[in-house]
């Protein structure tokens, strides 16, 4: 069979191999041993060089299938086999019209529900969750408090799931796309929130809310929310710990607040919130922002965008980092340096939140390394529900969304006119604050790996609307205090624990029950090391505490920057060969496509050079460099899967394992899954070239 066939594993569950070539029965026999056992793979015959083999939904070793097919021969151990015999069933020829193939156990069902776009937030986090290291749990945000009194676990589920019947987003997921411009959301019938009690002394709560922040949510089933509650002691009047974990990518922390207050108000009645479904709900909001017309919002954002060169990270005298996961550093205002910050933010006609802007501006002029006026960004969080839609202020769902905000700080210039400056900046921002910044990115024409920001901040403001003027801390009680107070019920306040981003830094600010001001910087190791997360903290948290004693409205930037002292000299280390991926032909025409050549295990460098020389097709040409893995295999194809262009995998026999695998890893977050075009060997590649041309061209030109 070798040089012979050629095999295209097209999209669908279960996977279907396209088998081109003369088929030699023996030879396919060898293969089909080395599925595992139970497989059951179904054979059925076109013509005699063309042939499609299914495989049981179970099982899924098309990958490796394909590279024994197209005659690879790897090391022992190399395949997913196990040696068990696997018999292919023929089935009968096709008819005038296929069957359509049922979704696989497990997978929600799609065909009956409404399904509509992601919107460019929910795409950029899912972009983000894909090519995420394994472990890591992006965007899982918690909020957990305690509940003094007698906690009804039934009646507590009840009400959750009486609230998840009226709102829209507790039952959402998203359902993979038909087409490649990307995944869609679905609003299931019924799906209930997960709430789990844990009775005293059965695990240690820390443990269990770590150990719930780091289990990750199934982008395509429903239910982006979970509830446990842990006895903190023995007994029936608590205090109970409650802890609501939820995913950024249906419900942001404005949402868990309202669904909370309605949910509340079903336990105290022991029967369901007042009303019907809540309109407009998350697929109105989706709807309306499909229907926007972007033309004035590009515009803006044109002008807007922070300027490429601008310094978007503090400094870091450790260096670079290369440790894993996300570290976790806070700083805390007292009530009385609070009050005194927000004063003297109002004197000047600016808020707490302009200040914080102002602070983190300061640090990153400071990592510029300029003495004179340098540019800088970062990202500011903002609400998302101040849109032209009816109801969208009481509206759960993921409208949160980091904007980048840039600025040019001169030493030179008073103080007072930068933080004018920030306010003016975020107010001109509202207008537009439903879109994404992936957008943005694309309207400013950078570079896919020049990043607009490195850090994101978010102000979480109390939740009366109007800010104390004294000592009294803000008024963030629970509405429903009364109701609690008859029932021997009393609850603590929410604390939150911030979610680990795909930005190197993000600082959350809030004011806690006493009225003090809390920030909490999460910082992903492999970009920013702890020390240095820790000590920009630090300094923003010196400047809030030191402006309203040092700094007047006429006070020059430079001054407020002496207040960090000298800056300590960054350690710098001499940069090495970044591996990524290279493009071997750019595309004939914008918006063809991409197709992404794996190469195979020990091919020799510029495998595919005569491939591109002789492609007919007008995609791009990519492959990898260095280490050929699944991170860099979907690294490299971010850029397409984010502009929503069809993406194709091709390779020689050896590298279909791995296509396969990120494929796989694309369908299960919302993407349409790319075929897979295997044909030929990396050894012969100056001789299988035009197979294996012949065979992308064949399933690329249909994308």
């Known amino acids: 069979m070798t040089g012979s066939m050629t095999v295209i594993i097209s999209s669908g569950m279960p996977p279907a191999l396209e088998l081109r070539g003369p088929l030699d029965p023996a030879a396919l026999a060898r ?25 049981s939904p179970r ?10 097919l197209t005659a690879f021969t790897g090391p022992p151990g190399s395949t997913a086999g196990s040696g068990a015999s696997a018999e292919p069933v023929l089935a009968p020829p096709p008819g005038p019209e296929e069957p359509s193939v049922p979704p696989a156990q497990g997978e929600p069902d799609h065909s009956a529900t409404a399904l509509f776009p992601a919107s460019p937030r929910q795409r950029e986090i899912l972009l983000d969750l894909m090519t995420a290291a394994p472990g890591t749990a992006l965007y899982v945000e918690q909020q957990h408090w305690r509940w003094y009194g007698p906690l009804d676990t039934r009646r507590y589920r009840a009400a959750w799931a009486s609230v998840a019947d009226r709102e829209a987003v507790l039952r959402g997921s998203f359902a993979r796309a038909d087409a490649p411009d990307g995944p869609r959301v679905a609003v299931h019938p019924k799906a209930t929130p997960r709430v789990v009690r844990h009775p005293y002394g059965s695990a240690d709560r820390q443990a269990l809310i770590g150990s719930e922040r780091l289990t990750a949510f199934d982008p395509l089933k429903p239910g982006p929310l979970r509830v446990l509650l842990i006895d903190e002691q023995p007994g029936t009047m608590g205090p109970v710990r409650v802890v609501v974990t939820y995913h950024h990518a249906f419900v942001d922390g404005p949402s868990v607040r309202m669904l909370l207050r309605a949910v509340h108000r079903a336990y105290l009645a022991d029967g369901p919130p007042p009303g019907g479904q809540r309109r407009p709900d998350l697929r109105d909001h989706l709807d309306w922002l499909d229907r926007q017309d972007t033309t004035p919002a590009r515009e803006f954002w044109t002008r807007a965008a922070p300027p490429a060169g601008a310094a978007t990270l503090p400094p870091r005298p450790s260096g670079t980092p290369s440790r894993p996961g996300h ?16 004063h003297w933010a ?19 002029h400071r990592a510029s390394g300029r003495t004179g006026p340098a540019p800088v960004a970062f990202g500011m969080t903002v609400s998302g529900r101040g849109i032209l839609l009816d109801g969208a202020a009481l509206l759960p769902g993921p409208l949160r969304n980091p904007l980048p905000l840039s600025t040019e700080v001169d030493p030179a210039m008073p103080l007072a006119r930068l933080l004018t400056e920030l306010g003016e900046r975020a107010m001109d921002m509202a ?10 990115h694309a309207w400013s024409g950078r570079p896919a790996e020049d990043r607009l920001t490195g850090t994101v901040i978010a102000f979480e403001a109390p939740a009366s609307s109007t800010p104390p003027t004294s ?25 939150t624990v911030p979610a680990d981003t795909g930005v190197p830094l993000s600082l959350t600010a809030h004011h806690d029950a006493d009225g003090g001001l809390v920030l909490t910087a999460v910082n992903d190791r492999k970009r920013l090391a702890d020390p240095d997360a820790a000590r920009a903290l630090a300094q923003t948290a010196l400047l809030l505490r030191e402006f309203p004693r040092f700094v007047a409205a006429g006070t020059p930037v430079a001054e407020a920057l002496a207040l960090l002292g000298p800056a300590a000299p960054a350690r710098t280390r001499r940069p090495g060969p970044v591996p990524g991926p290279s493009v071997l032909r750019p595309a004939t025409r914008p918006g063809a496509g991409t197709v992404l050549l794996v190469p195979p295990p020990d091919a ?10 002789i492609y007919p097709g007008p995609q791009t040409l990519l492959t990898v460099n260095g280490t050929v893995d699944a991170a860099g295999c979907l690294a490299a194809l971010r850029p397409a899967l984010a502009a929503a262009e069809p993406v194709t995998f091709g390779c020689y026999s050896g590298g279909g394992a791995l296509a396969y695998e990120v494929a796989q890893r694309i369908a299960g977050h919302g993407w349409l899954p790319p075929p897979v075009a295997i044909a030929g060997t990396a050894a012969a590649a100056g001789s299988d070239a035009a197979a294996l041309s012949r065979t992308l061209a064949e399933v690329a030109g249909d994308r």
């Open 31 to 55: 293969a089909l041993a080395e599925l595992p056992a139970g497989c059951t793979p179904t054979l059925r015959r076109h013509t005699a060089t063309h042939h499609t083999l299914y495989l």
């Open 59 to 68: 099982h899924l070793p098309a990958g490796a299938l394909g590279d024994l």
């Open 327 to 342: 570290g976790r550093t806070g700083q805390r205002l007292t009530p009385h340096e609070t009050v005194r910050l927000r």
């Open 346 to 364: 109002g004197d000047i006609g600016v808020t707490e939140c302009t200040a914080l802007h102002a602070a983190w501006a300061l640090l990153l």
């Open 431 to 440: 207008a537009y604050e439903w879109v994404s910044e992936g957008q943005v």
């Open 471 to 495: 000592l009294a801390p803000p008024a963030i009680g629970d509405p429903l205090r009364n109701e609690f107070d008859a029932q021997d019920i009393r609850l603590t306040p929410p604390e």
């Open 604 to 613: 020799p460098a510029g495998c595919y050079d005569e491939l591109a020389r």
